[in-house]
């Protein structure tokens, strides 16, 4: 499923856990109801296009790590682990309207290296598909990039590559952003930036999941519109899910929240998107772990924040 890490296994597993434990099985199940019908009456608002083209970035990695912002919005796949990857990261969301857009992949040495290694390898490809259901056989190579042969030559702690492609898209959300204020002129943007994950973190931490899937509307509404779900395939995924998690319940324990500490506040979008992510593994700070029979598992939940026109409170963007 490539919409934007959904609301539904995150969710329901926070509030098994808590709900359980401090209102009862009953409450439990009234408010796994209650996410339930938030999100069928968020899918209700899912915009429909006559057209449905689809842009995707495939990459292949070894020997290094990076990560990507498409449109200087950071992708919230990563592939900033040592191992070799290899994935592909759906871009209508990062798609503000058509026209120009801009790929930059950051490039970093392994863990551990001092250098981008000289048997470092990236391979890059944007991808287009006319219609979202086309076969892969149907999709073309937009354009591509790689790492230069003499990478590893160059005695590099980072690398920056650049790849701009034409996209034409139905849909135009740019103004949402051209309206937001600037975070950067704000004198204690850190403090509001941090209160605002602390928010979150609480929410989870009370298992307040109908709460916290309110508070990602925003932007989990903008993948599922963008990437052109429909409402009975998000439903069908949300059962399975759910079953999933029903089935799992006995078998998880141990269920600990992230603190917000130890992070990098960085800004993106000219300064009007925010994010806090580990200092280290650039990973989510909104990061769930349990233990269950097969070892330890978890979820994360990306938050990119930025404050509307008019607002004064920090949003999910």
């Known amino acids: 499923m490539y919409y934007n890490k959904l609301l539904t296994a995150l969710f329901l597993i926070v509030t098994m856990n808590s709900c359980a434990q401090e209102k009862g099985k009953q409450n439990k199940k009234v408010m796994e109801k209650e996410i339930v019908e938030f999100q069928s009456r968020m899918y209700d608002k899912i915009k429909k296009f006559d057209k449905r083209p689809l842009y995707s970035l495939q990459v292949n990695k070894n020997n290094c790590r990076g990560l990507v912002l498409c ?57 287009y598909a006319a219609d979202k259901d086309e076969g892969v056989d149907a999709h073309r190579v937009l354009a591509s990039a790689e790492l230069p042969e003499d ?127 580990t200092a280290k593994g650039k990973k989510d700070m909104l990061r769930l772990e349990y233990d269950t029979e097969a070892g330890t598992d978890g979820d994360e939940k990306p938050a990119i924040l930025y404050l509307p026109a008019g607002s004064t409170e920090l949003k999910v963007w």
Request: with cysteine.
């Open 71 to 127: 449109n200087d919005i950071p992708h919230w796949l990563t592939f900033y682990e040592n191992y070799g990857e290899s994935m592909s990261l759906y871009l209508n969301n990062y798609i503000p309207k058509s026209g120009t857009q801009m790929i930059i992949v950051q490039v970093f040495p392994k863990e551990g290296e001092e250098y981008i290694a000289a048997n470092a390898d990236l391979d890059l490809k944007v991808w």
């Open 151 to 277: 990478i590893g030559d160059r005695k590099l702690k980072y690398f920056e590559i650049k790849i701009p492609f034409k996209a034409r898209v139905p849909f135009d959300f740019s103004k949402d952003l051209e309206n937001a204020q600037a975070l950067k002129n704000i004198a204690d943007i850190e403090q509001k930036v941090v209160k605002k994950y602390q928010q979150l973190k609480e929410l989870l931490v009370k298992g307040d999941g109908l709460s916290f899937a309110k508070e990602f509307e925003y932007s989990d509404l903008k993948s599922c519109t963008y990437l052109y779900a429909n409402k009975a395939e998000l439903i069908a995924v949300d059962k399975r899910d759910n079953a999933d998690i029903n089935r799992a319940r006995l078998d998880v324990k141990n269920r600990r929240v992230h603190p917000i500490a130890n992070y990098e506040m960085v800004f993106f979008a000219g300064g009007k998107l925010v994010l806090l992510r």
